[in-house]
């Protein structure tokens, strides 16, 4: 049974920081491009960060220089660290598997997933 399993959000102030996790289980977690998507108040989702097993990465440019994408393969668990937030980051974060990598590559499609987590929230205040 293919697990993603969201956590770390929560409620920060502007410039702060948070780090969500996602843990993941079922699946050979290493065969898998992983990325975070994001998806705002009556916005369309759109990605954030991948990361492919060999630990290159891919950005949206609307988060890079605030946004990290990493994973421990040992662990199973793709991180995102985000410093200095804006309001504008406020959102429901997802993560998800890609097997065909396309997100690595940086499209960025969702059809492309193959799992998807339930999510965390992010909420920045300004």
């Known amino acids: 049974q293919v697990q993603l399993v969201e956590s770390g959000g929560g409620s920060v102030q502007s410039g702060g920081s948070l780090r969500l996790s996602c843990a993941a289980s079922?699946?050979?977690?290493?065969?898998?491009?992983m990325g975070w998507f994001r998806q705002a108040p009556g916005k369309e989702r759109e990605g954030v960060a991948a990361?492919?097993?060999?630990?290159?990465?891919s950005y949206a440019d609307s988060v890079k220089g605030r946004f990290t994408i990493s994973q421990d393969n040992a662990k199973n668990t793709l991180y995102l660290q985000m410093n200095a937030l804006k309001p504008e980051d406020t959102a429901m974060y997802y993560c998800?598997?890609?097997?065909?990598?396309?997100?690595?590559?940086?499209?960025?499609?969702?059809?492309?997933?193959?799992?998807w987590g339930q999510g965390t929230l992010v909420t920045v205040s300004s």
């Open positions: 990361i492919d097993s060999d630990g290159s990465t």
């Open positions: 998800a598997a890609d097997r065909v990598r396309s997100f690595c590559s940086g499209s960025f499609k969702e059809s492309d997933a193959d799992y």
């Open positions: 079922g699946y050979t977690y290493s065969s898998y491009c």
